[in-house]
């Protein structure tokens, strides 16, 4: 029943996900305006709403325009779902837990958006690290929390600063190998970002929600993920070689909050 409930209140925000997930990205209010059809316009009616059911009853149209609706709909819903239960037969029903799933609720939207528009909005990022914070059953597990979050964020910005420079450095060198004294006074070295501020924040989200060890453990994990998509794209345009990171850093740190305790066991017994 427990389990039940968690689904369905999973499925519920789901639905509203979407609406996170289209209308942010485009500087829209997720409060204010109701939904409508992105062809046609019409407004949608309630039983248009119904998180899964409205999209399979609909047969995934339209019910004005027929025109196709998009499968990313249910498929929110269905992980937003999925979290809520998953946390839920880990913790039970609490407040953390519901601090803990909405956290991965943000990471789910952030991975989304990343993927659609390789972006990753500071009000999500804020909110889901907020969220990581917040999910523990003591005041000082907040403060835990808290720490973890400053500390990877810290190492990350750190880890930015230093493959910037390297990269920026690389091709400047490389570039000097092509100075003449028409041009020697002329520097025009482009400065290489080699990590998004998204991804400090995404990072600080991870240090909350795992803690030192077990981020570590899923950073390694998430490069494990990506590595297969940089090696598809490796020959491709260096606009399709961006691939977004956030997927793989929140797919990561769901499969290893979960399976925490196995984990940190062989980790532990690695030493």
Known sequence: MILSFAFVFGLLF?????????????????????????SCGNALKPWHNIPLFSWIFLRGKCSYCQSKISVQYPLIELLSGFIFLAIAAKFSLSIPAFFIAMSFLMLLALSMIDFKYKMVPDSLNLLAMAFAIAGAWSLHG??????????????????????????????????????TPWNKHYDRTPFIEAMGEGDIMVAATMGALLGVKLTLVAIFFSALLALPVMLLVMNRSTEEQRVPFVPFLAMATFIVYIYDSPILAYVEAMR
Request: aromatic fraction near 14%; proline fraction near 2%; charged fraction near 15%.
């Open 14 to 38: 789901g639905s509203f996900l979407n609406v996170v997930i289209l209308r942010i990205p485009k500087g829209e209010s997720v409060v204010f305006g109701g939904s409508h059809c992105f």
């Open 142 to 179: 907040v403060l835990l929390n808290l720490e973890n979050a400053l500390l990877f964020a810290g190492g990350f910005t750190l880890l930015r600063f230093a493959l910037s420079y390297y990269l920026t450095s690389s091709i400047y060198r490389a570039g000097l190998k092509t100075k």
